[in-house]
């Protein structure tokens, strides 16, 4: 390895989505840039692991200039197959992305983009995960590279907190600037779509609405909504540490 740093990139829309390929253009000349990324989409996959089936990691040749690979399993499996195997050492920077579609609010959770951010914390790297707030495949992600480029670069230059990474998500058009917030609440009004197969065997397709209930002015959402890049410090720690004193007092 060289005396740049290294910079690992990873996403969940797979190695050939238009996002990891805009990512990578937008920080390769920051660092030393290894690939690893699924081989087919895993969008919604969270910080799911495989451990029921062998893992397979073959060298890609998408990216010409760098050395990348394709992993057939989550994100967080190209992560942990990236540090222990591919690198074989903790790399200066994780960044994910750029996924289509956002990231912002408790999205968060059901992130396979962010939970390979949220796999790069845990290990104690410093990781960001990028977001459009655009699902088109062919969506345009030109607009989004200098601003890409330059919280990297500040990352780079500033480092960050032990055990913490950033959820970024980008609008899809005429940017305003860059806002630091918090994660707003929201929740998925879940309903699904019942069908019959030719069989006569019911199956389900997951749908939904997307409700805020949240209306602060210091949101990502908000931010997003006013044309704000929104960008979140996020941790793995989930603990209620404002119930800890409420629970200390029940009788066990």
């Given at each position: 390895?060289?005396?740049?740093?290294?910079?690992?990139v990873?996403?969940?829309?797979?190695?050939?989505?238009?996002?990891?390929?805009?990512?990578?253009?937008?920080?390769?000349?920051?660092?030393?840039?290894?690939?690893?990324?699924?081989d087919?989409?895993?969008?919604g996959?969270?910080?799911?692991?495989?451990?029921?089936?062998?893992?397979?990691?073959?060298?890609?040749?998408?990216?010409?200039?760098?050395?990348?690979y394709?992993?057939?399993?989550?994100p967080?499996?190209?992560?942990?197959?990236a540090?222990?195997?591919?690198?074989k050492?903790?790399?200066?920077?994780?960044?994910?992305?750029?996924?289509?579609?956002?990231?912002?609010?408790?999205?968060?959770?059901?992130?396979g983009?962010?939970?390979?951010?949220?796999?790069?914390?845990?290990?104690?790297?410093?990781?960001?995960g990028?977001?459009?707030?655009?699902?088109?495949?062919?969506?345009?992600?030109?607009?989004?590279?200098?601003?890409?480029?330059?919280?990297?670069?500040?990352?780079?230059?500033?480092?960050?907190a032990?055990?913490?990474?950033?959820?970024?998500n980008?609008?899809?058009?005429?940017?305003?600037?860059?806002?630091?917030?918090?994660?707003?609440?929201?929740?998925?009004?879940?309903?699904?779509?019942?069908?019959?197969?030719?069989?006569?065997?019911?199956?389900?397709?997951?749908?939904?609405?997307?409700r805020?209930?949240?209306?602060?002015?210091?949101?990502?959402?908000?931010?997003?909504?006013?044309?704000?890049?929104?960008?979140?410090?996020?941790?793995?720690?989930?603990?209620?540490?404002?119930?800890?004193?409420d629970?200390?007092k029940?009788?066990?």
């Amino acid at each position: 390895m060289s005396d740049k740093p290294l910079i690992l990139v990873t996403n969940d829309d797979s190695i050939s989505a238009n996002g990891i390929a805009a990512l990578v253009s937008a920080v390769e000349d920051l660092g030393e840039i290894v690939i690893v990324a699924p081989d087919k989409p895993q969008s919604g996959m969270g910080h799911a692991i495989t451990i029921n089936h062998p893992l397979r990691l073959k060298k890609s040749d998408l990216f010409s200039n760098h050395e990348a690979y394709t992993c057939s399993g989550t994100p967080v499996d190209c992560v942990k197959l990236a540090i222990y195997e591919v690198l074989k050492q903790r790399p200066t920077l994780l960044v994910s992305g750029i996924n289509h579609g956002s990231n912002a609010a408790t999205n968060v959770l059901y992130s396979g983009t962010m939970s390979a951010a949220v796999e790069g914390a845990i290990e104690d790297i410093p990781s960001i995960g990028f977001s459009l707030l655009n699902h088109a495949p062919d969506a345009d992600f030109s607009h989004t590279i200098d601003y890409v480029r330059n919280i990297t670069q500040q990352a780079l230059e500033n480092g960050m907190a032990n055990h913490t990474c950033l959820n970024v998500n980008i609008p899809a058009e005429n940017i305003q600037g860059v806002k630091v917030c918090r994660q707003g609440v929201a929740f998925w009004a879940d309903s699904f779509d019942k069908r019959e197969d030719p069989f006569g065997r019911n199956y389900f397709w997951l749908t939904g609405n997307f409700r805020e209930s949240d209306n602060a002015h210091d949101t990502d959402l908000h931010a997003l909504s006013e044309g704000y890049i929104s960008i979140v410090p996020t941790q793995f720690d989930m603990t209620a540490h404002s119930s800890l004193g409420d629970i200390n007092k029940w009788k066990f």
